[in-house]
């Protein structure tokens, strides 16, 4: 049976959400997050080198990297479901999500995290300094990187209603936590109705909350 290695709140929510979806049994172990650095217990580094979730265990392989573990869980258990035909116009759009998501989605996503939550971190005296420096790092860098990455989900879910075509697929669970990310930090979501109407359909699968049962609430910082 696969083991699932969860951090609490984090990105491996989608592994349990696609574990739910394609009814598949597994056993969790779940990893708290610390409540003020917001880092993985170093319990994690002993199951992976990284020390980051998510991370499964399966037949003695530890796979680490969420696109990997979504590959892996659906060519080994996943009997065609939740991914287009290889190939094929939609399978090539499946491939292309599967890494935009952690390759160029989540990266403009963790600056304006670093940005945002920097200034609060430093010693007091130089606050106004970091506060104005990250500020206009955001302005300037940050922010026009997160509107041209969510004019292009809009645009993409304006074609079809998930990102891999007409059909929902394991490439919208890779892509959610870059949406809910987008939604709880950027600021600017209310300008895209597609996206927002994305968030909402996913978050009404049983799947996805029966992953939130187990693994925790998903609100990502
Ligand atoms: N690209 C990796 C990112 C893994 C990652 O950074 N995970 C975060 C959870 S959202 C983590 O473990 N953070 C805790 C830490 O770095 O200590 C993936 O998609 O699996």
Known sequence: MITVHHLTNSRSHRVLWLLEELVLPYQLVVHQRDPRTLRAPMALRAVHPLGKSPVIVDEGRVIAESGAIIDYILTRYGEGRLAPLAGSEDGLRFTH?????????????????????????????????????????????????????????????????????????????QMSYPLEAFAARAGMVDAYPNILSFLARIRARPAYQRAIERGGPLTPP
């Open 97 to 173: 999500w599967l890494h935009h998501a952690e390759g160029s989605g989540m990266p403009p996503l963790l600056l304006k995290l670093i940005f945002r939550d920097l200034p609060a971190r430093v010693p007091f005296p130089i606050r106004p300094v970091a506060r104005a420096i990250t500020a206009a790092t955001q302005r300037v860098l940050v922010d026009p990187q997160l509107k041209l990455h969510a004019d292009y989900w809009e645009a993409e879910l304006g074609e079809c209603p998930w990102f891999a075509g007409r059909e929902f697929t394991a490439a919208d669970i």
